[in-house]
């Protein structure tokens, strides 16, 4: 019955349906000062994580496994079956993650546009197929659309269509089964609408009403569909997203990274980059580069720095990589900051935390120092 609800449309254009508006409540990950907030993105392609790599993964105060997470799901660029169940392995393992931390924030990864094969969601896509539901997108010529993923690494991949409502309840479902195990929170909902990765969007080279992705010159493909159709889709794209945020802050508090409310990849080693926290959002995993070159996943001081200089709630320096890291300061006490950074003289910032760690950035020279309260 409530199903039913969220499945409605609102008004229609061309013939085609346009989704109504949600807006969802902010999500409540697990977020605490009393160490350096971070969280780790990535998947380990040759097998699943050692109970070494899983220990260093509780670390983090929230974990996002990919979707190339063990030999079958990695395979590319001809994919995996629907056999390989990529959303069990990953949430077996987030489970292992919280057997040993159960604060940690769990995110699956579930691309919003690409339908990879390797997903028991496919399989179900594919069922639905067969009893004569339409529920892969089709172009204006009514051809199933076959794309690359970004760098084509996997290729032959369908895309949802989000103006099909049993595809939009396939979505809902799998997102509600994988938060039932208790072991997932929230998910990673790459090539979202919030993204701008649209039909008619301007990137890829894309011209208006038209979907491509790919290489250029190598995997590359681009699809064609009508005015009224690009509205629509976009509109319950855009729908899909921010559903799923209203239904995981109603349930496990988890956010939809890439979503409405919780954003990915900002750098996380520039001061000036982390202490705005970008408008309207209530989580941001920062990832990027120091000025001397050292990333999130092994940060220097200049890293740590412009970080904690910066942090707000919800903010985590996040590492991208297939293994976790092992690096000192992460189990330092930090505490809450007595406030923002304070500029003093200009252009140097200084901020103080309850352990009584002090961190100075030089937003001139683009680094800084970390005097840690423990004497570390």
Not at 141 to 164: E, K, M, R
Not at 166 to 179: E, F, G, Y
Not at 187 to 192: G, N, R
Not at 213 to 226: I, P
Request: proline share 7%; with cysteine; hydrophobic share 35%.
């Amino acid at each position: 019955a409530v199903w039913a609800l969220w499945m409605g449309a609102g008004v229609t254009v061309g013939g085609q349906a346009l989704a109504p508006t949600v807006i969802p409540d902010p999500p409540t990950p697990f977020f605490s000062w009393d160490t350096i907030p971070t969280a780790f993105h990535g998947a380990n392609r040759s097998g699943v994580y050692t109970d070494t790599a899983v220990e260093l993964l509780a670390r983090h105060q929230m974990v996002t496994i990919e979707k190339w997470y063990t030999p079958c799901a990695s395979q590319g660029p001809t994919q995996g079956p629907p056999s390989c169940a990529v959303e069990e392995k990953i949430e077996h393992v987030l489970s292992r993650i919280k057997a040993i931390s159960p604060k940690v924030t769990g995110i699956l990864y579930l691309n919003s546009m690409l339908d990879f094969q390797f997903y028991t969601l496919h399989g179900q896509m594919v069922q639905a197929e067969a009893r004569g539901l339409h529920s892969f997108l089709r172009d204006d010529t009514g051809a199933v659309i076959s794309l690359c993923n970004d760098g084509d690494v996997y290729c032959n991949i369908t895309t949802f269509d989000w103006t099909q409502p049993h595809v939009r309840q396939l979505w809902l479902a799998a997102i509600t089964n994988a938060t039932a195990t208790g072991a997932v929170d929230g998910i990673f909902a790459d090539h979202s609408a919030q993204e701008n990765i649209q039909i008619g969007a301007g990137t890829n080279g894309q011209k208006p009403n038209q979907l491509c992705n790919g290489v250029a010159g190598k995997g590359r493909t681009c699809y064609n569909f009508t005015s009224a159709f690009t509205e629509s889709f976009n509109s319950w794209h855009l729908w899909m997203t921010n559903q799923s945020q209203a239904l995981l802050s109603k349930t496990t508090g988890g956010p939809v990274i890439c979503g409405p409310l919780a954003k990915y990849g900002l750098n996380g080693c520039d001061f000036d980059s982390v202490r705005k926290l970008p408008a309207g959002y209530a989580v941001v995993e920062y990832s990027g580069k120091s000025s001397t070159g050292a990333s999130p996943c092994k940060p220097d001081r200049n890293c740590l720095a412009g970080f904690l200089a910066g942090a707000q709630k919800g903010s985590y320096l996040t590492c991208f990589s297939g293994a976790p890291t092992d690096w000192p300061e992460q189990a330092y006490p930090l505490g809450e900051p007595d406030g923002p950074a304070v500029e003093n003289p200009p252009l140097i910032w200084t901020r103080r935390f309850a352990s009584g760690t002090v961190v100075v950035w030089d937003n001139a020279k683009k680094e800084g120092n970390v005097t840690w309260g423990g004497g570390q």
